[in-house]
């Protein structure tokens, strides 16, 4: 990218301004923290922002790292309104407005009393949240210029991170097609469970005698899927309990594996289509790796973006508390 930012100092201006003398009394103009380029962050403007990230979700109790982190957004913040003047980006007044309306639909702000409401609450007016719809649209629209644009995911790329990826995220179980006669009985009964037992068995003979496994389901079965005929569906290596998912998917295949004795339940299974275990088809996730690999890329180009403004940025930290700060790196 072409910068012309400058380098060098920029002539600082006062910090301290007198008053009119004993008139009006000496007077303190507004701390400021940071220069970058011509654009200032000022202590009010800082020390707003870090309450602001001090109470928001699951924020760090970690003062020193708050302020940091807050004094880098800010520093790139003004990077990128200097970007935007120089590429003459803007914002229009219906795109400040379609943001607002966007705002108070995520917030289900249905009325204008709401409205002002939520913003008061917040210690804004709406003057104050289009002034940040204004700045965000114009640094997004940097950002999609000089960053996003430019992200090329290849479809060799997009198969490479398959080829890494497919164990972890793209792994398919074993799969079958069940069906079930399942039999209950008291946990402390033994002789309730003989009779389970007994009356499996008597099943297992119709069946080997010729009659469907449907019908018996029907005729046995104190399961759920009794009226279907114990019919369950496709079922994947490891949803069943570690007993009843040995006998589905144990070796060799068997379409009518050894009855399952379970503490309060005799099983009895029909397994059909087996299909062994695999990976989703690249077809089928590309869409997801995009994503996926987008987010990556898109972390490390901006990163490396915001590194090269910030090279080619006069920053001084004038605050030695937060120059420290800044000269740790994360």
Do not use: W
Not at 82 to 98: F, L, N, P
Not at 158 to 182: C, D, F, T
Not at 273 to 299: C, H, M, Q
């Amino acid at each position: 990218m072409n910068s012309s930012m400058r380098k060098g100092l920029v002539g600082f201006a006062g910090v301290l301004a007198l008053g009119a003398g004993a008139l009006f009394g000496a007077e303190l103009v507004e701390k400021i923290l940071v220069r970058v380029n011509d654009r200032l962050i000022t202590n009010s403007e800082f020390d707003r922002r870090v309450v602001a990230a001090s109470h928001a979700p699951n924020a760090s109790t970690d003062q020193s790292l708050i302020k940091k982190e807050v004094l880098q957004d800010m520093i790139k913040e003004k990077l990128l309104e200097e970007r935007a003047k120089e590429m003459g980006v803007s914002s229009t007044d219906e795109e400040i407005e379609t943001a607002v309306e966007r705002v108070k639909r995520q917030y289900n702000l249905a009325t204008d009393q709401e409205f002002d409401a939520a913003l008061a609450s917040s210690n804004m007016t709406r003057e104050d949240l289009k002034r940040q719809m204004r700045q965000t649209i114009i640094l997004q629209k940097v950002i999609g210029r000089d960053v996003t644009s430019k992200l090329d995911i290849s479809e060799d790329m997009l198969r490479l991170e398959y080829e890494r990826q497919k164990e972890k995220l793209y792994r398919v179980p074993e799969q079958a097609r069940v069906s079930e006669i399942v039999i209950r009985f008291p946990p402390a009964d033994a002789a309730a469970r003989e009779r389970a037992v007994a009356r499996m068995e008597e099943a297992r003979a119709k069946l080997a005698a010729g009659t469907p496994f449907a019908e018996l389901a029907k005729e046995y079965s104190e399961g759920n899927a009794r009226d279907r005929g114990g019919d369950q569906g496709s079922v994947s290596k490891g949803e069943l309990l570690p007993a009843l998912d040995a006998a589905v998917f144990g070796e060799p295949a068997q379409e009518y594996p050894p009855p399952a004795l379970q503490p309060r339940s005799v099983h009895l299974f029909r397994v059909t289509d087996r299909k062994p275990a695999g990976y989703r088809p690249f077809a089928d996730v590309s869409e997801d790796l995009k994503k996926r690999i987008g987010e990556n890329l898109y972390e490390r180009r901006f990163g490396e973006y915001v590194e090269k403004l910030r090279r080619d940025a006069y920053v001084k930290i004038y605050d030695p508390v937060l120059a420290k700060l800044d000269e740790k790196k994360s």
